[in-house]
């Protein structure tokens, strides 16, 4: 059976949206036929969209087209005659190409009174959909009040637009079920009148107004389903209030209800297609599935059913034929899940927290999935108080986890599943999580009653005795040394150091660097996306090459330099490994040039690359040190900023700047003993060992797999500070798809490109370069979500580069778990090796 449906735009961007389509359907016949006047002549309806052949979950068949009457409700109310003549000749027209069925989209359905004029005047049967539309709102409800598991009967709901169709025949679905309703209909209308469209037993079960703010202050859920669209205003609602809005134009704009975390706003007329269902005309196996609005699927699933009669019309829809097409949809494969919210797919479980609002207990929202309810709260509470964000961007990558045991290298997640982990922090966890001997040094600390932050009053005794073990472990005339929280921390005060001891101002620094992101550190990082938004930088950060000592010496030759600041492998720039010799090139010309050398080993240090400095490979020594991150065994936040007693004495020996640069946090005791018992760790150098030969073992594994898949570029790094950098090419892709649809669709579009304005050929040249990359960043993420969720191991993004996976496991890492992860990599590759490149 073939259909067709009449639409409209339901908000102005829409319409413009139509028109451009339109603009470009004409342009295109027109560059492929020439000029013709009817060709650009006045349609009542603009074409939009054709299903030449849908499938159902039963095998059932129907074809159809889908045209725009290209008015928005606001323009269709100013001359609801004229507009309900151009539906009936719409409806006039598909009849007359062949349509069994024409259906009413949104405000096509309400003008000619809801539909029953153009039922008359048509010469095929017409349907507004309005049935399927309200099953799906309905549904909507008692799906979020299944997963939050209430009983409908216990919560009144308030529902908006009665007595309009939908409205009314979703008002008498719940009172059938014993929901108590508030009846929200336009001002000025009559009770007796109101009451009239439900049964007399259900009269003393409704409230009725004119006035929506009547409800606001004592109910929380509302169904929207007036026809003027922007009825509720968010900002009155209640916390925990859900809206199922049905809608169109909304009840509750977009704009208004994000500016509330505490309320939810679900899409109330849509359904969603199976993977059963197919479209016709699919590529990729991509087709418009999600998100139907309801009024479409109904003529569609009729159109399956074989059934070309007049279903849904006019203000009285019965409940009977509501709950039937309910059942018809679900048979073919359409069904109201999953729930959106403003296009936006929702997690049950997140819709599920909601229930805390309206007395659910936690223990029955708990079998909402199979996540645990601790997972549930402390995703919605990082969600609500931390960064939004964030979660949206973990939630995607399915690495929204929630741990609460940890072991050496393995995290345990609150669904009891055990992870390897190869981030440990970024470099925080060199002895693993929670290692014995740091946590009992902590806890002997902590029983003793010892002093922590006494720093500025007092000598504090292990803080002190961990600067004496740092400068003896350091060597290389390391005297003095500054305890803050963090590397960001310890590279402020190197760099604060470095200019005050010096009669220059000037730092210099590499390109593709990662120092922090404090404003100091980050004036001294290389990479353009950390400091854009925060510009202007400190002033005096001047970025030479990585591994260049040529263009190195140019900068110094140039004069006023203070201090060159170096990681000797750069960590989040990708774990590159500069030359053999670069790092004692680079000490030999700033001792020539008189210019302090700062390096930074807050993630290259205590070990990580089997040695408990990188720069003791090349037997290089700093003249300002900072080390943080696994200083203490990740325990206890801490930095150190250690220098030689020449420099101390330049910036800061004197009566009025020797406490120029302090911290209250930093230098504590407490932190200090657990810095103390991670040097105890490695004091036998086994652990540092291990990390050379597991590392070293791990990236010659690492290469073989490397050398048969093109897409994985290099295998980077030293000792357990190894990286995966991958080399998926996608350059060209975008502009290779655009150049086939130029070609392939009908016209010569390769034209019209060659006249756009230059600005707008060059912006989507660039966007279209900047996709590609993205693409590039796409395919390495699958990686570290494959390797999650198929063989639980974490891996993640260095962050400078997300074409590059860090590995960083606990310098503890095994021999049998480095091959766990060099099997698992090994599948992946497999997996992904559908394009090599």
């Avoid at 159902?56 to 001359?79: F, I, R, W």
């Avoid at 108080?385 to 990558?397: E, G, S, W």
């Avoid at 440990?424 to 966890?429: D, K, Q």
């Avoid at 700047?657 to 105890?680: E, I, P, Q, V």
Wanted: charged fraction near 20%; glycine fraction near 10%.
């Amino acid at each position: 059976m073939y259909f067709g449906f009449i639409a409209h735009p339901t908000s102005v961007p829409l319409k413009r949206y139509v028109k451009m389509l339109d603009l470009m359907q004409r342009s295109s016949h027109d560059y492929q036929d020439g000029y013709s006047r009817e060709l650009w002549s006045h349609r009542n309806l603009v074409p939009f969209m054709n299903f030449d052949r849908i499938t159902s979950a039963t095998g059932a068949e129907a074809s159809g087209k889908v045209h725009y009457l290209p008015l928005t409700a606001e323009e269709m109310l100013k001359d609801a005659p004229g507009n309900m003549r151009r539906v009936i000749a719409g409806a006039e027209m598909f009849a007359a190409d062949g349509a069994d069925l024409v259906g009413l989209g949104g405000f096509t359905s309400i003008v000619g009174r809801r539909g029953v004029e153009v039922a008359a005047a048509s010469p095929v049967p017409v349907t507004s959909g309005n049935s399927l539309t309200a099953y799906a709102g309905y549904r909507a409800l008692r799906q979020v009040m299944d997963w939050m598991r209430l009983r409908p009967s216990d919560h009144r709901v308030a529902i908006v637009g009665y007595p309009g169709s939908i409205a009314l025949v979703i008002a008498r679905l719940l009172l059938d079920e014993g929901v108590e309703l508030d009846l929200v209909h336009r001002p000025g209308a009559k009770t007796a009148d109101l009451l009239e469209h439900l049964p007399a037993k259900y009269h003393n079960k409704v409230r009725l107004s004119g006035d929506i703010g009547e409800f606001y202050k004592d109910t929380r859920f509302f169904v929207a389903a007036s026809s003027a669209g922007g009825i509720i205003d968010p900002a009155q609602l209640m916390p925990g209030s859900i809206v199922v809005d049905v809608a169109l134009p909304r009840d509750v704009a977009e704009s208004d209800a994000r500016l509330r975390d505490d309320i939810l706003v679900i899409d109330g007329g849509c359904v969603t297609a199976s993977d059963q269902v197919k479209m016709g005309g699919e590529s990729l196996n991509l087709a418009i599935k999600q998100q139907l609005n309801a009024c479409l699927s109904e003529t569609m699933i009729l159109a399956l059913e074989q059934r070309a009669e007049v279903f849904s019309i006019g203000r009285t829809l019965e409940v009977d034929r509501v709950l039937e097409i309910g059942e018809i949809a679900a048979r073919h494969g359409f069904a109201p899940d999953p729930l959106s919210s403003y296009g936006r797919r929702l997690d049950p479980a997140y819709v599920a927290s909601f229930g805390r609002y309206h007395g659910a207990r936690k223990a029955e929202a708990r079998d909402v999935s199979l996540r645990s309810q601790e997972h549930h709260d402390t995703t919605l509470r990082f969600r609500r108080h931390i960064n939004p964000m964030l979660a949206d961007f973990l939630q995607t990558l399915h690495c929204d986890r929630v741990f609460d045991k940890a072991q050496g290298a393995v995290l345990t997640g609150t669904e009891g599943q055990e992870f390897l982990d190869f981030v440990a922090g970024y470099g925080c966890l060199n002895l693993g999580h929670n290692p014995t001997g740091v946590v009992e040094a902590l806890k002997d600390f902590l029983s003793g009653d010892q002093p922590n932050f006494v720093q500025y009053v007092s000598f504090p005794k292990q803080t002190s005795l961990l600067a004496e073990r740092l400068c003896e472990r350091v060597g290389g005339g390391m005297e003095r040394v500054f305890f803050s929280n963090s590397g960001t921390e310890a590279v402020e005060a190197a760099i604060k150091m470095a200019r005050a001891a010096s009669p220059h101002h000037r730092i210099l620094h590499v390109h593709n660097s990662y120092h922090g992101k404090t404003l100091g550190a980050l004036s001294v990082t290389g990479r353009d996306k950390h400091q854009k938004p925060f510009r202007p930088l400190v002033p005096g950060a001047v970025e030479v090459p990585f591994g260049d000592v040529d263009k190195l010496e140019e900068k110094l030759w140039e004069g006023d330099i203070a201090a060159l600041i170096l990681e000797p492998i750069l960590g989040e720039g990708g774990v590159h490994v500069p030359p053999e010799g670069y790092l004692k090139q680079v000490r030999a010309l700033c001792d020539r040039y008189g210019v302090l050398l700062i390096l930074d080993e807050v993630q290259t240090g205590m070990g990580r690359t089997g040695r408990f400095l990188a720069s003791d490979w090349e037997g290089v020594q700093a003249d300002i040190l900072c080390l943080s991150k696994s200083l203490s065994g990740g325990l206890m936040p801490i930095g150190a900023t250690l220098s030689r007693v020449g420099i101390w004495d330049r910036a800061y020996g004197t009566s009025d700047r020797f406490l120029s640069h302090s911290s209250t946090f930093g230098g504590g005791n407490m932190a200090a003993t657990a810095a103390l018992a991670t040097l105890d760790a490695l004091e036998d150098g086994s652990v540092m060992a291990n990390a050379l030969e597991v590392g070293t073992h791990l990236k010659a594994e690492l290469e073989q797999i490397a050398a048969d898949y093109p897409f994985v570029g290099e295998i980077r790094g030293k000792g357990m500070m190894l990286a995966v950098s991958f080399a998926a090419d996608f350059s060209g892709a975008v502009a290779a798809g655009a150049h086939e649809f130029a070609t392939r669709l009908p016209g010569d579009w390769h034209m019209a490109w060659k006249f756009l304005p230059d600005t707008v050929r060059d912006s989507l040249a660039e966007a279209m370069r900047r996709f590609e990359g993205t693409l590039a960043e796409m395919f390495c993420m699958r990686f570290v979500t494959k390797l999650a969720q198929d063989h639980n191991i974490l891996t993640f993004l260095t962050a400078n580069s997300s074409t590059v996976i860090r590995l960083q496991p606990p310098l503890t890492l095994t021999r049998a778990q480095a091959d766990r992860f060099v099997a698992a990599f090994r599948e992946v590759c497999a997996d992904m090796s559908t394009f090599m490149n």
